[in-house]
């Protein structure tokens, strides 16, 4: 059964940055997709994208295109989420979760899910 940690969550000012790390352990988290999820207070957690086990397909929400970019280094076991021009809205758990399939599924299905990493983006 695959394992995730995520890492590198952090209190950051608008506009800024920061790099969530997303390490799995089993033999199948390198060749399958991965997807981030968030969720703020008193909401529901929502996706926030998604990178296949090739790295050759990417998704992401509206909400953070253009801003936000996944990549996975499979040597390494980790996937990343790049995140730029942060906004207060960003503000909630990050969470990493493996898909299924090594393709990106719609709408993504997790399988498993760890404590998550949390983000806060102050004005």
């Known amino acids: 059964q695959v394992h995730v940690v995520e890492s590198g969550g952090g209190l950051v000012q608008a506009g800024g940055s920061l790099r969530l790390s997303c390490t799995g352990s089993g033999h199948t988290f390198s060749t399958g997709a991965t997807a981030w999820f968030r969720q703020a207070p008193g909401k529901n957690r929502e996706f926030v994208g998604a990178?296949?086990?090739?790295?050759?397909?990417?998704e992401y929400a509206h909400s953070v295109k253009g801003r936000f970019f996944i990549s996975r280094d499979n040597l390494k076991s980790t996937v990343y989420l790049h995140m730029h021009s942060l906004k207060p809205e960003d503000t909630a758990r990050y969470y990493c979760t493996p898909g299924k399939y090594s393709i990106i599924e719609t709408p993504f299905v997790g399988t498993t899910w760890g404590q998550g990493t949390q983000v806060t983006v102050s004005s």
């Open positions: 990178i296949s086990g090739s790295s050759h397909d990417e």
